[in-house]
């Protein structure tokens, strides 16, 4: 079982640029849910992911969008980006229906905004 | 809202003795889980721990337990014989009803373990 997994591990992109960070959920579960992690900060829900649609979306602007593809594995989008968007990009599966003891993460996306 | 607060940004402990993290959590749901995550250096959020809101019994995974009480909304995490390999940040976080709801995370604890 591969687990969660994401890619890019890094990338560096300049300000007003566009990114897409991509996430493969874990075997068997339908749900991706997506988290900023500024420096020295926990983790932020950005929104997540249901049957190809938003369920849920956090404080976060338009600028942060997202996608879900039928095989369940998830995009997140960002334009027009800002020095302050530099943070790693977390990604957690989950299988709806199901009360879940544990959350799944990937290891991560680490953006840099120059 | 869910609001989680650790109130240590570090902590330091000798190896093979034990050390607490605290946690407190303010939410209105009366069903939520709490769970304790392990965030080395690398940037891997690592499940560690989960405790119910209507479990009878303190969690505990092998040298992990949950120091769970529910009046004073608590959830402190205590590690036992410290290990070298526990340097790391530590968050606690909270997810309220159903199952796939949202992690409201806490800002962390650095916990150091020297030799």
């Known amino acids: 079982d591969a687990g969660v997994t994401q890619s890019p591990t890094h990338l560096i992109k300049t300000r007003g640029q566009q990114v897409t960070l991509r996430c493969s959920p874990k075997?068997?579960?339908?749900?991706v849910s997506w988290y900023q992690q500024a420096l020295g900060q926990g983790p932020q829900f950005i929104f997540q992911?249901?049957?190809?649609?938003?369920?849920q979306r956090g404080n976060f602007p338009d600028r942060f969008s997202g996608h879900q593809f039928p095989n369940y594995s998830s995009e997140l989008n960002v334009n027009a980006l800002l020095l302050g968007d530099s943070a790693l990009y977390l990604c957690?599966?989950?299988?709806?229906?199901?009360?879940?003891?544990?959350?799944?993460f990937g290891q991560g996306t680490r953006l840099t905004v120059v | 809202a869910q609001k989680i607060t650790q109130t240590q940004p570090g902590m330091f402990v000798q190896e093979k003795e034990a050390v607490t993290l605290d946690c407190t959590y303010d939410?209105?749901?009366?069903?939520?889980?709490l769970f304790w995550y392990k965030q080395p250096s690398s940037g891997e959020m690592i499940f560690l721990i989960y405790?119910?809101?209507?479990?009878?019994q303190n969690a505990t995974e092998g040298r992990y337990s949950l120091n769970f009480q529910k009046a004073r909304k608590s959830a402190n995490l205590v590690i036992s014989a410290s290990q070298l390999g526990d340097s790391a940040m530590y968050f606690c976080?909270?997810?309220?009803?159903?199952?796939?709801?949202?992690?409201?995370f806490g800002k962390g604890t650095k916990l150091t373990v020297n030799p």
């Open positions: 075997s068997g579960h339908d749900t």
């Open positions: 992911y249901y049957e190809e649609e938003e369920r």
């Open positions: 939410t209105s749901d009366p069903s939520y889980g």
């Open positions: 957690a599966s989950s299988r709806t229906g199901v009360v879940h003891t544990e959350a799944f």
């Open positions: 405790q119910g809101s209507y479990d009878q």
């Open positions: 976080a909270m997810r309220g009803q159903g199952g796939s709801e949202k992690l409201v």
